[in-house]
């Protein structure tokens, strides 16, 4: 069974970091794309990055390039998201997303999601 | 970037009604659309996957079609567990995007 675990998320400053992780298991992690998708309070799903099975290419929204990094450790089965510079329109749950394909392809399973709030 | 321009926004209707939601994209995308459902508090949840393909376990009252950048997902005869946002997103390329959602509601 595919299992998803984000951990991470919490309250941050404005201009502050913070790296979220996600623990996947029942696949084999290193032949899979994964992304970042975020969702602001009663707002709609926004794709924020993407990075390929092997980690050799990565993806960024434009409202995150330059300030959120993806990673992905494939001996420990983990993906990361490195986000610096935070701002108030961060504020969202973030999800953690399994690709059918080893770069580009559907999500077919989801995390349950971690919340990131950014305040001053 | 690839815009996706989904409508209607909400959609009221009841129990035993068939239910189109459309989904338009500012170029084509070939046949590289997903459609996602999700529940309040819940993650969202794969339905259809490369315009019309059904995603495993999903209830064949589910279809979609399309092509290119008109895009339709039908619900044949809503059932109660169907009421929940709808998301359509193409994979076309990067940058993904999803459009805004279509809330389907209790009429």
């Known amino acids: 069974e595919v299992q998803l675990l984000e951990s991470g998320g919490g309250l941050v400053q404005t201009g502050g970091s913070l790296k979220l992780s996600c623990a996947a298991s029942?696949?084999?992690?290193?032949?899979?794309?994964m992304s970042w998708v975020r969702q602001a309070p009663g707002k709609g799903l926004e794709w924020v990055s993407g990075i390929s099975g092997s980690g050799d290419s990565t993806y960024y929204a434009d409202s995150v390039k330059g300030r959120f990094t993806i990673s992905r450790d494939n001996s420990k089965n983990r993906l990361y998201l490195q986000m610096n510079s935070l701002r108030a329109d961060d504020t969202a749950v973030y999800y953690c997303?399994?690709?059918?394909?080893?770069?580009?392809?559907?999500?077919?399973?989801w995390g349950q999601g971690t919340l990131v709030t950014v305040s001053s | 970037d690839i815009q996706m321009t989904q409508f209607p926004s909400t959609l009221s209707a009841s129990v035993g009604d068939r239910v189109t939601i459309t989904c338009r994209a500012s170029q084509s995308i070939s046949s590289w659309l997903a459609w996602y459902q999700q529940k309040p508090g819940k993650a969202p949840k794969l339905l259809i996957y490369?315009?019309?393909s059904l995603q495993s376990g999903v209830p064949s009252r589910f279809s979609g079609s399309g092509s290119g950048t008109e895009f339709t997902l039908t619900i044949s005869s809503l059932q109660p567990d169907d009421f929940a946002t709808y998301y359509c997103?193409?994979?076309?390329?990067?940058?993904?995007?999803f459009g805004q959602g279509t809330k389907v509601e209790i009429k």
């Open positions: 997103q193409h994979y076309n390329s990067y940058p993904w995007t």
């Open positions: 997303a399994k690709v059918a394909g080893p770069r580009m392809g559907r999500i077919d399973y």
């Open positions: 490369k315009t019309s």
């Open positions: 029942g696949f084999t992690f290193s032949l899979y794309a």
